[in-house]
C-alpha cells in the first residue's frame, strides 16, 4: 500500500494520490532513468502505477510494466490488485490475455508484462515503449535492460523515459549500477544524494559517469546534435517503510515482521542495506 486517498462523498469524487515526500519525488523527477528503491513497504509499486497516469490523454501512449513472472503480477496485493483500485475511476478496462492490460478511454495502454527467461527480451523487438517499467530491477539482467532501452522509443508526442523499483541486493548488476547513490562503507543510501541526477554513456559494455551532459560531450567529443543525445540522465530515490505513512497507520504490524527477519533480510528490507551479504 503506498496510496494516499481521500473518500468520495456526493459533492466530491474520490481523490488518490501520491504520498508527501518520496513518492512525490518520484514522480516530479526529470531523470530519463529513475530507480525507486529500498526497504520492503516503501510504496514503490504504487509509485510506478501512477507514475502511468500521467499520459494517458495521448491516444497512442504506451506504458509496459515487466515482473519477472506473471504469479507476481496476479499475486494478492500485486501489480494488478492494486491497479484495480486506480484504473477504474479513470474509466480503464482491462484483458487479462496474452498480457495482463489497461486500456484507456483515449486509447492509451498499459500492459504489464514479464519475462522470465533473458532470451524473452527478443519478444519485444520492433517494439515502441514511451514508458519502459521494471517492478523489481534487480529480478532482470543487465543484458536484458540495456536491451529494452532500445525499444524504449516513441512517435506519441510524448518523450521516452524509463522507472524502476528494487529492493537491495549486494550481488546484482544494479548495486553497480547505483553505486554513487550508496555509501560504500554501511551500504546505506546517502541521504543527500537521493533525487540527485548523474549521467551517463554505456560505451563497449563499460558506464562512464558525470555529473553533467556537457562533460560527457566533452569528454567524447560529441559535437553533432545527434551525438549530444547520447548521454542519458539518472537518479536512484531511496525509500523506507517509515515513509508509507499510510501503511503504517493500516498495518503497523507489519514492521513487527520485518524486524523479524534474520539479520541479512532484516538489513535489506527494514534498512535498504546495499551491501550486506
Partial sequence: ???????????????IRPQPGKQELFLRSPAD???????????????????CLRNTDHKHFEAVIFRQSRPQILSAGGLYATSQEIYPYLGAS??????????????????????????????????????LM??????????TFFYMLSRNRSTCGVKPFVRATC?????????????????????YPIPERSGKIRWFIRKNDALYWANTRQEL??????????????????TFIMSKLSDNKELMKVNPEYLANLEALSTV?????????????
Fill in 1 to 15: 500500500m503506498g496510496r494516499k486517498r481521500s473518500a468520495a462523498t456526493a459533492s466530491s469524487p474520490m481523490v
Fill in 33 to 51: 532513468i529513475c530507480i525507486y528503491g529500498g526497504a520492503a513497504g516503501g510504496g514503490k509499486t504504487f509509485a510506478l502505477l501512477l507514475e
Fill in 94 to 131: 482491462s484483458v487479462l490475455t496474452p498480457n495482463v492490460q489497461w486500456r484507456f478511454p483515449s486509447g492509451a495502454k498499459i500492459t504489464f508484462a514479464h519475462m522470465f527467461y533473458e532470451k524473452e527480451k527478443y519478444n519485444w523487438q520492433g517494439a515502441q515503449i514511451p514508458l
Fill in 134 to 143: 521494471f517492478d523489481e530491477l534487480t529480478h532482470f539482467t543487465e543484458k
Fill in 167 to 187: 529492493n537491495p541486493d549486494a550481488d546484482s548488476w544494479v548495486a553497480k549500477f547505483i553505486a554513487w547513490w550508496i555509501d560504500p562503507k554501511t551500504g
Fill in 217 to 234: 560531450w566533452e569528454r567524447f567529443n560529441l559535437k553533432t546534435e545527434e551525438e549530444r543525445r547520447r548521454p542519458r540522465s539518472v
Fill in 265 to 277: 533480510e532484516r538489513e535489506r528490507l527494514l534498512h535498504g542495506n546495499w551491501k550486506i551479504r
